[in-house]
């Protein structure tokens, strides 16, 4: 019998993406092997692409991309409950301890002892979703329906970040919210925002092609500060923004978010900002006594994205403009970069 390999999209370097046939072991007890049905391309997974790094985390070795997948059990090894060969699963790509003091106190997203897939966090590396066949935990597994597009399972990690996003704003119900970044990570934030009750919606981003697609998308406002600043200056007068979400992860969003909020307003961090040092107005969040938080992943949020997916309440399928074979990954992630005609690509089976 010859060795089960997996054609899996791994990174080398900057712009080194291969597809590479790496050898697979016998599934370890407790596991389950999948059969990749699709991956979304994720920003981190860009950013690990063009630089090899996404904020502090270096890739130090070859790693596989992808934590946005689902696809088809093949093998289970030991007790699975509820899962069995041939079910479809959105694959959650983390697996919690359970056991540390943050997974204790309910906060799972900031175990101790994560491992979350395609990530270089940890050394050595999580190997990711982008492979032909990749082993997981039962429960990673939430279990779709057949009849479920893959990608749109897949979308339910990109979804459980915003769902999370939001939930760290507080209750945005009636209030004005503006989202810094309209990528595919603001745009589903602006459809979490919505579904939380919020009053209006606004976009910010610097290129007039997402900013189009978030007016599509149902943004009250879309406004473009690739000329500055000031362009948001009339509606923060009027709309006195309550709560800011920054997604593009630059330190230019963030400031014009500390900026652009009314006093006593909530920032919530969610884009995945350069590592090191920045600069913001930071003795604005003193003085305009800002509630200035973090938002890392998701927990129980997960689920409720397949919930969401599953009963047609939040189509993700709108935010997804190419889908293009896992064996084309490399092309596939130059497509993505192009935000002139991409906002979400995801790698399928075919
Ligand atoms: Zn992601
Ligand atoms: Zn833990």
Not at 143 to 171: I, M, S, Y
Request: glycine share 10%; proline share 5%.
């Amino acid at each position: 019998m010859t060795a089960a390999t997996a054609l899996a999209a791994t990174l080398y370097a900057p712009e080194d993406l291969r597809m590479v046939d790496r050898p697979l072991d016998d599934l370890a007890p407790g596991m389950v092997r999948i059969r990749f049905g699709a991956g979304g391309i994720c920003g981190s997974d860009m950013h690990y692409f063009r630089h090899a790094r996404t904020g502090d985390f270096v890739v130090t070795s070859p790693l596989v991309l992808g934590h946005e997948v689902a696809g088809e059990i093949v093998e289970i090894a030991g007790d699975a409950p509820g899962l069995a060969v041939g079910d479809h699963v959105a694959v959650n790509p983390s697996r919690w301890c359970g056991t540390c003091v943050r997974c204790q106190e309910g906060r799972p997203n900031l175990c101790e002892n994560i491992y979350f897939m395609g990530s270089a966090s940890k050394t050595p590396h999580m190997q990711g979703g982008f492979a032909s066949l990749f082993d997981a935990t039962p429960a990673q597994c939430v279990k779709v329906p057949v009849d479920l597009p893959f990608a749109a399972a897949a979308l339910a990690e990109p979804l459980a970040v915003c769902l999370h996003a939001v939930r760290r704003a507080g209750d945005v119900a009636g209030r004005n919210v503006v989202i810094f970044g309209a990528g595919p990570i603001g745009l589903l934030t602006l459809l979490a925002a919505r579904r939380a009750g919020a009053a209006e919606v606004a976009m910010v981003d610097m290129a007039a092609a997402p900013l189009a697609f978030a007016t599509r998308l149902g943004a009250d406002h879309a406004i473009d500060l690739s000329k500055g600043d000031a362009a948001l200056d009339p509606l923060a007068r009027d709309k006195a923004f309550d709560v800011a979400i920054e997604a593009s992860g630059t330190a230019a969003g963030l400031a014009s978010a500390i900026k652009a909020v009314r006093r006593g307003a909530t920032i919530v961090q969610l884009g995945n900002l350069p590592g090191g040092k920045i600069e913001i107005p930071a003795n604005a969040i003193m003085a305009k006594e800002l509630d200035l938080k973090g938002t890392f992943r998701f927990d129980a949020e997960f689920a409720e994205a397949v919930d969401l997916i599953v009963a047609g309440d939040v189509d993700v399928m709108a935010l997804v403009t190419a889908e293009r074979p896992l064996s084309d990954a490399p092309q596939a992630f130059r497509l993505a970069l192009d935000r002139s005609q991409s906002v979400k690509v995801v790698l399928t089976a075919g």
